[in-house]
């Protein structure tokens, strides 16, 4: 699933596209899923930002178009055999690709997220001055969550997912079973830190792009960080630091990767 990196590579790459832009057409076959799309038809957009995993683009007059990649949701210059929503603008045309259709999209008033209570739990930016370690060491102490979960919830730090917890953890050498209230301050400092170095170093490779090669940038180039992965999708792989197997478990659902022996 697009975690931060992927999205915030996104954002950049849809925002010399879109901006001062105009819908002129929206088309698609699910209003379920793509909800009053027709109301951004004519709307300018003013800006393109984000918040966690979610793409958010100003509108003109007060409306906002809400953009949740899901598992493998993505936006292309072409169509191709997955093309789910085609938007037509009065200087070009984008393409919401999404093989598992687990994409959606909202347009609503500005941030009136009432159809989208996630957006509205978020916790702070991990990569912005609003992530800071006080409330960060806080929302550890009194949880006996395993750490990993807690990361995957969002409310410690938003937009943080399976791929770049695993590696913010290994990193911060905990593992991702320790109860968060288990934590010292110096550990979870360590923790602090690593989220926000990984994630940094994965927007500045422009994401991680998997085995599947269902992420891709706008302009169709993979992300470059899977390369720098030291224990997500490495199974039976030597650690990095040690040597020894990376291991598998599965936490709060999702599979995770670790070393027994450098995280304790």
């Not at 951004?40 to 918040?51: D, K, S, W, Y």
Request: proline residues 7%; glycine residues 12%.
């Amino acid at each position: 699933m697009p975690e931060l990196p992927e999205v915030e590579t996104t954002r950049r790459g849809l925002e010399p596209l879109l901006l001062g832009r105009r819908f002129l057409e929206i088309s698609h076959q699910d209003p379920r899923r793509y909800r009053h799309t027709e109301k951004a038809l004519g709307r300018e957009v003013e800006g393109v930002g984000r918040r966690g995993k979610f793409l958010l683009l100003g509108l003109s007059k007060g409306l906002e178009m809400v953009v949740h990649l899901g598992m493998t949701g993505g936006f292309r210059l072409q169509v191709t055999p997955h093309t789910r929503v085609a938007f037509r603008l009065d200087q070009s045309e984008l393409f919401f690709h999404d093989p598992r259709r687990f994409g959606r999209i909202w347009v609503v008033e500005r941030g009136d997220y009432r159809e989208i209570p996630l957006l509205s739990r978020l916790g702070p930016e991990p990569l912005s001055e609003a992530f800071r370690f006080p409330e960060f060491l806080e929302g550890l102490r009194k949880s006996a969550k395993p750490l990993k979960a807690l990361l995957l919830d969002q409310h410690l730090a938003a937009g943080v997912g399976n791929i770049y917890a695993d590696e913010a953890l290994f990193r911060a050498g905990l593992s991702p079973l320790r109860p968060g209230k288990k934590v010292n301050e110096e550990e979870a400092r360590r923790l602090f830190f690593a989220i926000r170095e990984v994630l940094g170093e994965a927007v500045a490779f422009g994401g991680s792009t998997l085995s599947d090669h269902t992420y891709q940038q706008p302009d169709g180039l993979p992300g470059g960080f899977q390369e720098r992965h030291a224990v997500y999708g490495r199974q039976g792989l030597p650690c990095p630091r040690c040597g020894e197997a990376v291991a598998r478990a599965v936490v709060a659902g999702r599979g995770t990767h670790f070393c027994p022996w450098c995280q304790t």
